[in-house]
C-alpha cells in the first residue's frame, strides 16, 4: 500500500531475496507467493515512482508501506526549445536518465529503455541486430498509420524512414548509449503544440552529454557478453523421424517411403538443424571518452566500436560511432555550439519472412530448423550445399543464402537555434 494514503498499489512486484520467484499485486493490493522457503525470508518490493523496500518476513498475511519519490518533483524535463522543472511540467512525460542506464550492455539504446518509463512500451518482434523495433507510447494511437514516435536528439528530429505502419531504420541504433545524458519521453498531446502531427504518437527527447567544470576527464568503458539459445524445443532425431513419418504412411493407408540416408563411408546422416541454425554469440562494446570545460567553453568527444553476434549464425553486426559536443559562450546571451555524430554501421541479417516491424514468417531460417527433416544432410559430398535455392520443404521456402549484408545510409541533419532570453 502507499505509506501516506493507505490505497492499494496494483502491479507493484514482490519478489523473495536471492531466488528468481516473483509474482505482481493485483488490483486489491493483495498477492501469494507460492514458494518452498521457510520462514524467515526477506521479500523486497518494487514499484514504478516509489522507493523499493526490503522487509523480513516471519508468517502471513504481511502488509508492505511503500513510499513515494518525492524528490522527482526537483528534476527538470526537456520539451522542445527550453526546460522546466517537473513540478512546473502540466504535461505527461517520463524521464530515463544516464544512471539508470549505465553498467548494462547493449548495442542500442531502445534495448535499455524498456521497462525504464511508464506507458512506453518496447517489442524487439523478429530478434534481428539493427531491426526497428515496435515502439509504442500509451499504446496503439492509429490503426493504418505508423505508430513510430517522434526521435529528437539534441534538438533535430531524426529521420527514420517511417512508412505506414513500418519503420525501415532504427534512429537510436546509430547513437552510442555511452553519449546518452538523458531521455524524456512526452506522451500526451501537449507535445503536439511543439512538435506538431509528427508527434501525434508521442515524442522522445534524446539529450547527449557535455563536458563539465574542471580537468579534463577521460572515461573508458567495455564489456563482452555471450548469448545462447535457450528453451528450444526437443526434435526427432533421424531414426524418430523416419519411424514416425512411416507410421504415419501406414495409419493413411499407404505404403512407408521414408529412409535413412547413408554417406558413402556407411554413416549414417543424422542433422541437428539447431546446430546449423544457432550458436553461442559473443558481443563486445569499447567506449573511451574525454571531456572538459572552461568557464567559456565546453566539449565532449567520444569514440566507441561494437562488434555483436546474434544467436543466427548469419546475423552479426560492426559498429563504429564518434561524436564532438563543443559548446562556446561568446557573450552572457549568445551560445555557439555544434554537436556532431558519426555512425558506420555494417550488420548481416538473416531472411525474417517478415517486412520490418512485423513479426517473423513462415520461411524465416530459425523456422527452418522445425521443418527440415533430420535425415538430409546440409552438404553433399563434394562441399556442395544440398538445399536447392527456393525449393519448398514444409513451410516456407529454404533459401541456400538466407542472409543479407548492408551499410546503413548517411543522414545529415542541422539544426540552428536562436533563443533570447
Not at 539459445?229 to 512407408?256: C, F, H, T
Request: proline letters at 4%.
Amino acid at each position: 500500500v502507499d505509506a501516506r494514503t493507505k490505497e492499494p498499489l496494483a502491479g507493484a512486484v514482490v519478489q523473495i531475496e536471492g531466488v528468481t520467484n516473483q509474482t505482481q499485486t493485483d488490483a486489491d493490493g493483495k498477492f501469494n507467493l507460492v514458494t518452498g522457503q521457510s520462514f524467515p525470508y526477506n521479500l523486497i518490493v518494487s514499484y514504478l515512482g516509489y522507493e523499493k523496500q526490503k522487509v523480513t518476513v516471519s508468517g502471513s498475511p504481511v502488509t508492505v508501506e511503500l513510499k513515494e519519490i518525492t524528490n522527482e518533483l526537483s528534476g527538470i524535463v526537456v520539451t522542445g526549445y527550453n526546460t522546466q522543472k517537473k513540478q512546473d511540467f502540466t504535461g505527461s512525460a517520463a524521464r530515463v536518465s544516464a544512471k539508470q542506464i549505465a553498467n548494462r550492455p547493449a548495442q542500442s539504446f531502445d534495448q535499455l529503455i524498456g521497462g525504464q518509463a511508464a506507458g512506453v512500451n518496447i517489442v524487439q518482434p523478429s530478434g534481428v541486430l539493427n531491426a526497428a523495433p515496435v515502439f509504442r507510447i500509451r499504446g496503439v494511437n492509429s490503426i493504418s498509420s505508423g505508430i513510430y514516435p517522434l526521435i529528437v536528439i539534441d534538438g533535430v528530429p531524426s529521420f527514420t524512414g517511417q512508412q505506414g505502419g513500418n519503420v525501415g531504420n532504427n534512429p537510436l541504433s546509430n547513437l552510442n548509449p555511452g553519449d546518452i545524458e538523458s531521455i524524456d519521453v512526452l506522451k500526451d498531446a501537449s507535445a503536439t503544440a511543439i512538435y506538431g502531427s509528427r508527434a501525434a504518437n508521442g515524442v522522445v527527447v534524446v539529450t547527449t552529454k557535455k563536458g563539465r567544470s574542471g580537468k579534463t576527464k577521460v572515461n573508458y568503458d567495455a564489456w563482452v557478453n555471450v548469448s545462447t539459445p535457450a528453451n528450444l524445443p526437443e526434435l526427432l532425431d533421424a531414426s524418430q523421424y523416419v519411424a514416425i513419418k512411416n507410421e504415419a504412411m501406414v495409419n493413411a493407408g499407404r505404403q512407408p517411403g521414408f529412409a535413412l540416408q547413408t554417406r558413402s563411408d556407411g554413416s549414417t546422416v543424422n542433422t541437428n538443424w539447431y546446430d546449423v541454425a544457432y550458436h553461442n554469440g559473443v558481443s563486445q562494446n569499447h567506449n573511451v571518452s574525454f571531456s572538459g570545460a572552461t568557464e567559456a567553453t565546453n566539449y565532449f568527444i567520444s569514440l566507441a566500436y561494437g562488434k555483436q553476434n546474434g544467436i543466427l549464425r548469419t546475423n552479426d553486426q560492426d559498429q563504429k560511432t564518434a561524436r564532438i559536443n563543443l559548446e562556446h559562450k561568446l557573450f552572457n546571451n549568445i551560445t555557439l555550439g555544434t554537436h556532431i555524430g558519426y555512425n558506420n554501421t555494417l550488420g548481416r541479417g538473416p531472411a525474417t519472412g517478415s517486412l520490418p516491424g512485423q513479426y517473423i514468417g513462415t520461411d524465416a531460417l530459425s523456422r527452418m530448423t522445425y521443418v527440415l527433416p533430420p535425415n538430409v544432410a546440409v552438404y553433399n559430398e563434394d562441399g556442395s550445399y544440398n538445399i536447392q535455392d527456393k525449393q519448398r520443404v514444409g513451410y516456407g521456402a529454404n533459401n541456400a543464402n538466407a542472409a543479407s549484408a548492408g551499410y546503413v545510409g548517411n543522414i545529415n541533419a542541422y539544426n540552428l537555434q536562436l533563443i533570447l532570453d
